[in-house]
């Protein structure tokens, strides 16, 4: 049977310009990848939204990250204060994952 | 009032207020976004190619340094003009107005493109050198809506990988690239590509404008932030910075056809290059409400009524003061 290890799964949805500085923080925390998933439109507390490849300031990307929850904990803390002014919506959910050594 | 007439009557902007209506009416209708993406790109490329072209035939002078520095001089001062007014009678905070300042100061492509070719219709053409113009001022105006934001902030004014930003902008790196290759080509090496860049050019600024207007009129009637006071704003900045933009030309003794692109060029609000900069450098600052100004105000109102009318300012005030 697969062997399986707990790691945490935190999908952060983030304005695409605002993507890179993400990827900086994770790779601070010691995460040491992520992924990106396109996402095509919704609406929130700031109204609709939609893809936005014109000008790319209101376009939306899915960041997602897998990591141990050391790591998992301290990418958290670097987020907290950014919620409010990157208009973050962060999920944080434990997941099961192979190689763990990747993570 | 022909030459508005002449405007409206012009396809790109028959097509641009077919986009609004739909969107008014709740329409379906839709450009994927890759399509209008792909459509921009090559809107950039034939408009670059065709102004290195043009001056590849004309020659460089010193009219070109000139409306250079020119541009330059609006783009850098227009969000210093605008920020108090923002601040005063739009009641927006130094962060919001800094950056929708950014967005007054620099400059929309598909305005200055629109324009050409409405002008170029009635024989009205502006110097090729003007591309090498609306790029210049694309990004400048960035730097002055930043310093607007955070002077008050102490800190570092601009991060270094928003100088990249500015200096690599997409935009202004394939408007200033095939500007280039336009100037490289020469009339005879731009043959062979010409069906591409000109004989469909009308016909895909049409498609892309009906894009723009499904996209405006959305913007309007989705925005949340946009107040009477904001929008009445977005119509008096074009009005003034148009103007200033024409007497500048005027000045600096461009022809009356490259004095209306000034007017079009300062008057035109950005949504292509500034957003992103400003997402990325001022996280904080209201997107949906500078988009809203840019796009869902100032864009139409130029495409319908600012093009004829600078036009006719520079027609009045180039025989005027130009000869002065």
Same mark, same amino acid.
Not at chain 2, 25 to 34: F, I
Not at chain 2, 74 to 86: D, E, N, R, Y
Not at chain 2, 253 to 259: E, M, R, T
């Given at each position: 049977?697969?062997?399986?290890?707990?790691?945490?799964?935190?999908?952060?949805?983030?304005?695409?310009?605002?993507?890179?500085?993400?990827?900086?923080?994770?790779?601070?925390? %010691?995460?040491?990848?992520?992924?990106?998933?396109?996402?095509?439109?919704?609406? %929130?507390? %700031? %109204?609709?939204?939609?893809?936005?490849?014109?000008?790319?300031?209101?376009?939306?990307?899915?960041?997602?990250?897998?990591?141990?929850?050391?790591?998992?904990?301290?990418?958290?803390?670097?987020?907290?204060?950014?919620?409010?002014?990157?208009?973050?919506?962060?999920?944080?959910?434990?997941?099961?994952?192979?190689?763990?050594?990747?993570? | /009032?022909?030459?508005?007439?002449?405007?409206?009557?012009?396809?790109?902007?028959?097509?641009?207020?077919?986009?609004?209506?739909?969107?008014?009416?709740?329409?379906?209708?839709?450009? !994927?976004?890759?399509?209008?993406?792909?459509?921009?790109?090559?809107?950039?490329?034939?408009?670059?190619?065709?102004?290195?072209? +043009?001056?590849?035939?004309?020659?460089?002078?010193?009219?070109?340094?000139?409306?250079? #520095?020119?541009?330059?001089?609006?783009?850098?001062?227009?969000?210093?003009?605008?920020?108090?007014?923002?601040?005063?009678?739009?009641?927006?905070?130094?962060?919001?107005?800094?950056?929708?300042?950014?967005?007054?100061?620099?400059?929309?492509?598909?305005?200055?493109?629109?324009?050409?070719?409405?002008?170029?219709?009635? @024989?009205?053409?502006?110097?090729?050198? /003007?591309?090498?113009?609306?790029?210049?001022? +694309?990004?400048?105006?960035?730097?002055? @809506?930043?310093?607007? &934001?955070?002077? +008050?902030?102490?800190?570092?004014?601009?991060?270094?990988?928003?100088?990249?930003?500015?200096?690599?902008? *997409?935009?202004?790196?394939?408007?200033?690239?095939?500007?280039?290759?336009? =100037?490289?080509? *020469?009339?005879? *090496?731009?043959? !062979?590509?010409?069906?591409?860049?000109?004989?469909?050019?009308? @016909?895909?600024?049409?498609?892309?404008?009906?894009?723009? *207007?499904?996209? &405006? /009129?959305?913007?309007? =009637?989705?925005?949340?932030?946009?107040?009477?006071?904001?929008?009445?704003?977005?119509?008096?900045?074009?009005?003034?910075?148009?103007?200033?933009?024409?007497?500048?030309?005027?000045?600096? @003794?461009?022809?009356?056809?490259?004095?209306?692109?000034?007017?079009?060029?300062?008057?035109?609000?950005?949504?292509?290059?500034?957003?992103?900069?400003?997402?990325?450098?001022?996280?904080?600052?209201?997107?949906?409400?500078?988009?809203?100004?840019?796009?869902?105000?100032?864009?139409?109102?130029?495409?319908?009524?600012?093009? !004829?009318?600078?036009?006719?300012?520079? +027609?009045?005030?180039?025989?005027? #003061?130009?000869?002065?």
């Amino acid at each position: 049977m697969t062997e399986m290890t707990r790691r945490e799964r935190i999908e952060v949805l983030v304005d695409a310009p605002l993507v890179r500085k993400l990827a900086e923080l994770a790779q601070e925390a %010691g995460i040491t990848g992520h992924t990106l998933w396109r996402v095509t439109g919704g609406s %929130g507390t %700031g %109204g609709a939204w939609s893809e936005d490849l014109l000008s790319g300031a209101t376009a939306k990307c899915l960041f997602l990250v897998i990591a141990n929850e050391e790591r998992a904990e301290t990418f958290m803390a670097a987020l907290e204060p950014l919620l409010d002014s990157h208009q973050l919506i962060v999920m944080r959910s434990a997941v099961d994952v192979v190689r763990a050594a990747r993570f | /009032m022909d030459q508005i007439a002449t405007s409206l009557m012009s396809p790109p902007v028959l097509f641009f207020v077919l986009g609004a209506l739909a969107a008014a009416a709740k329409s379906d209708l839709a450009v !994927p976004e890759t399509i209008a993406k792909g459509m921009s790109l090559y809107l950039m490329a034939a408009i670059g190619l065709k102004g290195g072209v +043009e001056v590849s035939r004309a020659g460089v002078d010193g009219q070109l340094g000139l409306a250079l #520095l020119a541009g330059l001089g609006l783009s850098f001062a227009i969000p210093f003009l605008v920020a108090p007014i923002l601040r005063r009678l739009g009641r927006l905070d130094r962060v919001n107005a800094g950056a929708v300042a950014a967005h007054y100061g620099s400059v929309s492509v598909v305005t200055f493109v629109t324009a050409n070719q409405i002008y170029a219709g009635s @024989g009205f053409l502006a110097a090729g050198f /003007m591309v090498a113009v609306l790029a210049a001022m +694309e990004t400048p105006a960035i730097l002055s @809506g930043l310093v607007i &934001a955070r002077r +008050e902030a102490g800190g570092r004014l601009f991060e270094p990988r928003l100088l990249h930003e500015v200096a690599f902008n *997409g935009s202004v790196v394939l408007l200033l690239g095939s500007f280039a290759i336009g =100037m490289l080509l *020469g009339e005879d *090496g731009y043959q !062979p590509i010409l069906p591409l860049f000109t004989t469909g050019f009308t @016909g895909v600024l049409c498609l892309f404008l009906l894009d723009m *207007g499904l996209l &405006a /009129m959305r913007r309007l =009637m989705q925005t949340r932030a946009l107040t009477v006071r904001l929008a009445m704003l977005g119509v008096a900045f074009p009005l003034v910075n148009g103007t200033l933009g024409v007497l500048a030309g005027v000045l600096v @003794g461009l022809d009356a056809p490259s004095v209306a692109v000034l007017g079009v060029l300062a008057a035109s609000a950005s949504y292509i290059a500034v957003p992103a900069a400003m997402r990325l450098s001022l996280p904080q600052a209201d997107a949906g409400l500078y988009l809203a100004m840019s796009l869902g105000v100032t864009f139409p109102f130029n495409i319908v009524l600012g093009i !004829p009318l600078f036009r006719w300012l520079a +027609e009045t005030l180039t025989p005027m #003061l130009g000869a002065a």
